[in-house]
């Protein structure tokens, strides 16, 4: 079993930068692939981003790619989100999930574990 508890959202302005972390239990940690999704009110559940379990590769959805990194501190059993150049668009719950095997493309089926989400909101 792994929980996930993500924190760091709040309310910046355009342009302005947060980073959102996901600290998950459990010492299998190093196990999975995690990926950072967000969703937007009267929207679906929008494929942000994800890692590779060694924290080798990543992969970003095209609307954040240059503007997002994620990266994760194993020693922490952390998972990070840097959010740079915000946009009003980008306002969103943001959830990290984690997988313990491969997910091809974008889709949110496959993941094992979800945290309960963080509240991003940016002003224009």
């Known amino acids: 079993q792994v929980q996930l508890v993500e924190s760091g959202g709040g309310l910046t302005q355009a342009g302005g930068s947060l980073r959102l972390s996901c600290a998950a239990s459990?010492?299998?940690?190093?196990?999975?692939?995690m990926a950072w999704f967000r969703q937007a009110p009267g929207k679906e559940r929008e494929y942000v981003g994800k890692i590779t379990r060694d924290g080798g590769t990543t992969f970003y959805a095209d609307s954040v790619k240059g503007r997002f990194t994620i990266f994760k501190d194993g020693a922490k059993n952390t998972v990070y989100l840097q959010l740079n150049s915000l946009k009003p668009e980008d306002t969103a719950v943001y959830y990290c999930?984690?997988?313990?095997?491969?997910?091809?493309?974008?889709?949110?089926?496959?993941?094992?574990?979800w945290g309960q989400g963080t509240q991003v909101t940016v002003s224009s």
């Open positions: 459990g010492r299998t940690f190093s196990m999975y692939h």
């Open positions: 999930a984690a997988a313990r095997l491969v997910v091809l493309g974008a889709t949110s089926s496959g993941y094992d574990y």
